[in-house]
């Protein structure tokens, strides 16, 4: 069966980390449902979804994909750019360590779920204002005994 851990939508999610777009309102009834929907959709794929309690004073937390790197192999857990959204990782660790060995990046790497994709057997990591090489170079180490190739991409801009 197929685990999905997920995260309930924070009360203070109005006040999330944004780098390329202006603050807009967010209709948190709205974003509720939406996750609702989400996680319905999961479980008609036939995963079994976990979901985590909110955690009120760490907006992003909903973003649970963020914090972790869930290979069949171990799980990368990652150290944020942003610093306010490392304190969301101690949640995500327990959740996953039944699961997966756990390896954590360290200082000074920084790197964020959203910057990473994996395509088989490799593994490419943007280098943005919140991901960069020190990360890859840990993330290259971990991986390399299980025969990936790491990647690192340079990214700018974002299209709004």
Known sequence: ???AITREVSPSIGNCELTYLARQAIDLGLARRQHQ????????LGCEVRRLPAEPDLPDS????DTALVLDELAIMTRPGAASRRPELRSIAQALEPYRELVFVQAPGTVDGGDMLR???TLYIGLSSRSNLHAVEQIRAAL???GYHVASVPVSGCPT
């Open 37 to 44: 929907e989400y996680e319905r959709a999961l479980r008609e």
């Open 144 to 146: 390399a005994p299980y």
């Open 1 to 3: 069966m197929l685990i």
């Open 62 to 65: 909903v973003f649970v994909e």
């Open 119 to 121: 395509v088989g057997k």
